[in-house]
């Protein structure tokens, strides 16, 4: 349905569009004051009003990882305004953050006047040849007229799976003129369904005809909100459930009695993992590449292979496979649970009762001796990067949300930290610098009184220090707490390039020292050297609202 308009400025019938697409709050960067349609923004009805607010950034990096953070924590498209020549070009390490990650943000990137671009102006841009290669889809208004109608085919675009995000490229002369458009109000759609009933009943056959089934819980499953049908299928099951490798949310409770763990990168180390299983049902994986080029495949040669991805592209891409289904991870859960309970008999119940049994077992065996095996640190040495992790979530609001970018092998936080809650835990797959600190923000935009912490390493923060100045000038409930190595450790994902452990170039001197960098974007900050001092500067963190900054020296 479509309601017409008068005539009116470009610029405010994109916002009348978005507004229409239920869009609340539009990221940009100081530099987007330069925008027609940020400037229409701010004089706008939508932003005195608060229906459409304006969120500024000193970078439009830290704009996009607020747009994606946003849009992670809510499922709900996020919108960016980028000013033409450098907002795009600044932008590209974020849109490709979000790329990987099939998160769905909207860019509004202002180009140059459409009678200038064949005269080579200073800040003209080939969006098309920029940005095709980093995200979902992208498109250059020709027309005033047109501009609602590519709104609305790109949140279309970048809700549909494989989510993602999207560039829309806007002449100026285009924002600035009149039209006489349509505003497009979105469609109800309907969900994705469940998989057909041969396919079910499959599954179905695979699933009792196996003696040591597991899961492989990807990170589709808590971008779609399967998370629960998970667990209710492990429960029937009574099997393990692994974290694909790089979770970017709780894709399983890492609690729960039947979670083993996050799978390695190490594609050899995580073959190894699953080899003793006769069955692997992947539900939802993206990650699915060897670490090596000359490495095994995730999933050992033996056993039945069953993949259920809500993306077609990823179903039966890569790994092997018996069988690959595209459907609603959710739906197809909840009927296979369904036809389970109608074709098996008390023989296979009592299987999987002694199935659940043992699985409980070896995963609580395996946690007690790894407690057992743990070696408090002396208090006058640097904090371990497990222990940082370990006293922090002692420590944390029960109701707080953790965004991470870390991450190093032999210390995941998503298996260190309790995560229970579908919206306690977000993380990227790109492994680009300053995205956890962005995110933290964008995240806190959607809700606004739970702390949210950002945990990264000194390497990605520095990237984008700026998103301090955001956190300080709206005065969000954001926690910093940067794991300071000093280029020993990245604690990012590695390159699978390298045969050994290279010699990292280090930048500790001269020692930047982020506390004050912190203070001078009006932001309380505090630095801690010793394990003994950790604890305490940790509960100070939460002791008022408002952001906090801490810099914890660590090893790995």
């Known amino acids: 349905m479509t309601a017409s308009t008068p005539q009116s400025l470009t610029a405010h019938l994109i916002l009348d569009q978005l507004n229409t697409e239920g869009c609340r709050y539009l990221f940009g960067s100081n530099a987007s004051s330069d925008s027609p349609i940020a400037a229409a923004l701010l004089r706008s009805k939508y932003h005195s009003s608060e229906r459409i607010k304006f969120i500024g950034a ?13 849009s992670q924590a809510t499922s709900l498209p996020s919108v960016v305004n980028l000013v033409s020549g450098q907002g795009l070009l600044n932008a590209i390490p974020a849109i490709y953050s979000a790329y990987r990650s099939q998160t769905p943000v909207i860019i509004l990137a202002d180009q140059e006047d459409s009678y200038l671009l064949n005269e080579d102006p200073p800040l003209a841009v080939e969006h098309h040849k920029m940005a095709s290669s980093v995200c979902k889809f992208m498109a250059e208004a020709r027309t005033a007229r047109e501009v609602c109608r590519l709104i609305r085919r790109a949140f279309h675009e970048a809700l549909t799976p494989p989510k993602g995000p999207v560039v829309l490229s806007i002449p100026i002369n285009l924002s600035l003129s009149t039209a006489r458009a349509q505003v497009m109000t979105p469609p109800v759609s309907s969900p994705q369904g469940a998989a057909d009933e041969n396919s079910v009943a499959k599954i179905v056959q695979k699933l009792t005809e196996s003696h040591s089934p597991c899961i492989i819980s990807g990170n589709e499953v808590s971008q779609y909100r399967a998370r629960k049908e998970v667990v ?43 080899s003793k299983h006769d069955l692997f049902l992947l539900l939802g994986v993206q990650n699915r590449l060897p670490s090596r080029t000359d490495g095994p495949s995730l999933l050992p040669d033996n056993g039945i292979a069953i993949q259920i991805n809500m993306d077609g592209k990823l179903a039966g891409k ?11 991870i959710a739906e197809t859960l909840s009927r296979l649970r369904a036809e389970l309970q109608l074709q098996v008999d008390k023989s296979w119940l009592k299987a999987a009762n002694v199935r659940a049994r043992n699985t409980i077992s070896e995963i609580a065996e395996k946690r007690q001796k790894f407690e057992t095996a743990l070696n408090f640190p002396d208090p ?11 006293i922090l979530d002692g420590t944390r609001p029960q109701k707080s949300v953790i965004v991470s970018d870390i991450n190093e092998a032999s ?27 962005g995110a933290t923000m964008g ?48 604690l990012k994902i590695a390159p699978s390039a390298p045969t050994k452990k290279a010699l990292r170039w280090q930048f500790s001197d001269p020692r930047i020292d982020l506390k004050q960098l912190a203070e ?24 008022t609202k408002g952001p906090r900054l801490l810099e914890v020296d660590v090893v790995v």
Request: net charge negative; hydrophobic share 40%.
């Open 520 to 543: 001078g974007f009006g932001i309380q900050g505090e630095s801690v050297r010793t394990f003994g001092d950790l604890e305490p500067a940790i509960s100070r963190l939460f002791e």
């Open 443 to 490: 995240i806190q935009w959607a809700g606004k009184d739970i702390p949210v912490i950002c945990i990264t390493g000194d390497e990605s923060f520095l990237g984008y220090p700026q998103a301090l100045w955001t956190a300080g000038h709206y005065q969000l409930n954001s926690k910093f707490i940067i794991a300071k190595t000093q280029g020993v450790h990245s």
């Open 58 to 70: 000193l970078h439009e990096a830290i704009a996009v990882f607020m747009a994606a953070g946003y």
């Open 380 to 390: 006058n040495s640097q904090t371990p990067l497990f222990w940082l992790l370990r």
């Open 318 to 328: 890569t790994l092997r496979s018996n069988l690959a289904i595209q459907a609603d």
């Open 411 to 437: 210390c995941q936080p998503f298996e260190v930290l309790s995560l229970e809650s579908g919206s306690s835990f977000f993380s990227s797959t790109s492994g680009v610098s300053g995205y956890a600190s």
């Open 232 to 274: 209710l299928i492990s429960d029937v099951l009574g099997c393990p459930v692994f974290s694909e490798p790089l979770p970017t949310g709780v894709n399983f409770p890492n609690r729960h009695p039947h979670f083993h763990g996050v799978l390695p990168l190490n594609s050899k180390e995580a073959s190894n993992l699953l």
